[in-house]
């Protein structure tokens, strides 16, 4: 079982920047932790969720979805069992609620490829 907090959204104008973090529980070794592809998803009002980034259980391949290629930097630290997603050039579209999510399946883009959820944290980009 892993247990996964996301932290690090907030209000931010267009333009500006967010770095989301995701904190794996104590339960979960840093080995354990290093076992897990992880990945972040949104979801918007009115909308399902989607795939945004989701990085190799060493950190050494990642994958994007369109939208935020370019903008959007998943990174990990296996040692303090924390995945981040660094978010510039935020946009109006890019507002929604962000989850962490833990996976055995390398580079999934599907919600269903993923078994471990967070609870999500809130991203608003004003305009």
């Known amino acids: 079982q892993v247990q996964l907090v996301e932290s690090g959204g907030g209000l931010v104008q267009v333009g500006g920047s967010l770095r989301l973090s995701c904190a794996a529980s104590?339960?979960?070794?840093?080995?354990?932790?290093?076992?897990?592809?992880m990945g972040w998803f949104r979801q918007a009002p009115g909308k399902p969720r989607e795939f945004v980034a989701t990085?190799?259980?060493?950190?050494?391949?990642?994958r994007y979805a369109d939208s935020v290629k370019g903008r959007f930097t998943i990174s990990r630290d296996n040692a303090k069992t924390t995945v981040y997603l660094q978010m510039n050039s935020l946009k109006p579209e890019d507002t929604a609620v962000y989850y962490c999510a833990a996976g055995q399946r390398l580079l999934a883009t599907t919600l269903g490829e993923y078994d471990y959820w967070g609870q999500g944290t809130q991203v608003t980009v004003s305009s």
């Open positions: 104590s339960a979960a070794s840093g080995r354990t932790f290093s076992s897990y592809a």
């Open positions: 990085i190799m259980r060493s950190g050494g391949l990642t």
